[in-house]
């Protein structure tokens, strides 16, 4: 079996960014306050491990607010997926000291959507409802952003008679099933102004598993369950070229019978996604390869 290395892979610039903010604030800070992550930094278990050894406590609610209650004093270090203003202004007000660790493109969608809703439109957002990043956009201007996650929401989402509308989205989702939605959403409404937020490194992983997958009898992903652009990954291999894809943390996932006639593997991983555990599941994949060759002596 052959493993094909599909690049780009893994980590991407706003999970490095933030890993860095996040590690210096726990060097720095975490000898003389407490420091906390409100929510995991990135969806990776790994990190959010590295990060705890290094002195930054976890508290893990998906209501930021409701977590931000549970966070004593020191410093409050917002996550990478970008976080709502009144969580940001409760915690100054609490006297905490906020680091932000949002990714430059998920900052991006906020000024977009500040300065749509400034000029009068009305914001159609899609996104995964519970996923942190569209609590965090929507908390922007709730009455003028509507959530929506399907095609079905697009075709029966009703329009406030007022207001322009505009449509963007989740940085982290599946390309292909957002244009649809948007089409479906421009069909309806011409004039509708259109901004599609999803970032380059979603865009990079997704077409190259894709084009990948045409020359592979399957694809393995590492990464995270709680990872958007992961669990993306595995579905757009799927939809996209019907073939199977499978996610796995770490290369103790790996089930053997997945593997059994097939002659090429392609690897995978999410953008928040540590190299070394990409590297270990490479690893273990080329042992059971080697593992299944007949030895070319005993087996003559
Ligand atoms: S996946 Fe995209 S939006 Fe998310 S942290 Fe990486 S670059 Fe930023």
């Known amino acids: 079996m052959e493993v094909v290395r599909i690049t780009p892979r893994g980590y991407c610039h706003g999970v490095v960014e933030a890993i860095r903010i996040a590690k210096r604030v726990g060097v720095e800070r975490g000898g003389s ?23 930054v406590a976890l508290v893990d609610e998906t209501d930021r607010m409701k977590g931000l209650e549970r966070v004593g004093d020191g410093t409050v270090i917002f996550t990478a997926h970008g976080i709502s203003p009144q969580v940001v202004t409760a915690a100054k007000e609490r006297g905490l000291n906020v680091v932000d660790a949002t990714c430059s493109d998920v900052t991006r969608t906020h000024d977009l959507v500040r300065e749509l809703v400034a000029s009068g439109h009305h914001v159609v957002y899609i996104g995964k409802r ?13 009455e003028q952003v509507t959530l929506i996650e399907t095609i079905d929401e697009a075709k029966a989402f009703e329009a406030p008679e007022s207001a322009p509308l505009a449509v963007t989205c989740q940085t982290t989702l599946s390309m ?31 077409e190259a598993a894709v084009l990948a997958a045409e020359h592979v009898d399957c694809v393995v992903v590492v990464g995270s369950r709680r990872s958007s652009n992961s669990l993306r990954l595995v579905q757009v291999v799927q939809e996209k070229r019907q073939k199977p894809a ?22 995978t991983a999410g953008a928040s996604t540590p190299t070394q555990i990409t590297r270990e599941v490479i690893a273990a994949l080329e042992a059971m390869s080697a593992e299944a060759e007949p030895d070319p002596v005993t087996s003559r």
């Not at 996610?247 to 392609?266: K, Q």
């Open 246 to 267: 499978h996610l796995v943390d770490t290369a103790a996932d790996l089930d053997p019978a997945w593997f059994r006639g097939v002659r090429r593997v392609g690897v």
């Open 33 to 55: 306050e407490p420091v906390t992550m409100l929510g995991h930094l990135v969806h990776n278990e790994h990190v959010t491990r590295e990060l705890q050894e290094a002195g």
């Open 130 to 142: 519970g996923h942190p990043e569209p609590a965090g956009v929507m908390g922007i201007a709730p």
């Open 176 to 206: 292909w099933d957002t244009k649809l939605i948007i089409d479906t959403l421009v069909e309806r409404f011409p004039s509708i102004e259109v901004h599609n937020e999803i970032c380059l490194a979603t865009q990079e992983r997704q």
